[in-house]
């Protein structure tokens, strides 16, 4: 199974910081990775798609990178609704898996 | 609009069974794919699997093989996952999601959630 490492586990800034998220797959997954936004509660909204697409009526301030093994989710100017947990997740090869999560709270 | 629409909490027994649904509506349900995913407890997500509800056919991450059977119903648009023989390890939230296969492998849409939590 392909490792989706995650960092950090949990982050927290203020209004209006620029927050980067880290995601390390154990092998070359081709840019197939995708980002997504889960709030307490809720299920998870995907944010980006193919490293750094961004979905349909998602703000602009969150934007994806990379290539290869390491890919990053950068949100622009935080917003407080911007407050939740973060997971990466690889659909390169089977089993689909998912990082572990980074929780974003405020500062 | 695209809406999974999963059925509600279960409180089940170890060793039994049971047999979450989601039904989908706003798109062709047999021309896309439907996903299950757990979430445990304040934990990340695994992927269970996968059905074609076109065709009946399925892909399972080895993990849940012999644990989860996924099935589809054309004439109501609604997938199934059973889970058997039940431990409190399988304890959870479980997503219902819709991907487009080849052409667009991630998840855009997601059901609410169903909880199942195994106790005696």
């Known amino acids: 199974d392909i490792r989706m490492t995650q960092s950090p586990a949990s982050l927290s800034a203020s209004l209006g910081e620029t927050v980067n998220i880290e995601c390390l797959a154990s092998e070359d997954i081709y840019s197939d990775l995708a980002w997504y936004q889960q709030k307490p509660g809720k299920s998870p909204q995907l944010l980006i798609y193919?490293?750094?697409s961004l979905q349909n009526g998602v703000p602009s301030r969150f934007s994806g990178s990379g290539s290869g093994t390491q890919y990053s989710l950068k949100i622009n100017s935080l917003q407080s609704e911007d407050v939740a947990t973060y997971f990466c997740?690889?659909?390169?090869?089977?089993?689909?898996?998912f990082g572990a999560g980074t929780k974003l709270e405020l500062k | 609009q695209v809406q999974l629409q999963q059925s509600g909490t279960e409180l089940v027994k170890p060793a039994s069974s049971v047999k979450i649904s989601c039904k989908a509506s706003g798109y062709t349900f047999t021309s896309n794919y439907m996903h299950w995913i757990r979430q445990q407890p304040g934990n990340g997500l695994e992927w269970i699997g996968w059905i074609y509800p076109g065709n009946g056919n399925t892909k399972y991450n080895q993990k849940f093989d012999g644990k989860a059977t996924l099935t589809a119903d054309k004439s109501s648009s609604t997938a199934y996952m059973q889970l058997s023989s039940l431990t409190s390890e399988d304890s959870a939230v479980y997503f219902c999601?819709?991907?487009?296969?080849?052409?667009?492998?991630?998840?855009?849409?997601w059901g609410q959630g169903t909880l199942v939590t195994v106790s005696s």
């Open positions: 999601a819709r991907s487009r296969g080849f052409r667009g492998p991630w998840f855009a849409y």
């Open positions: 193919n490293a750094n």
């Open positions: 997740q690889q659909y390169n090869n089977y089993p689909y898996t």
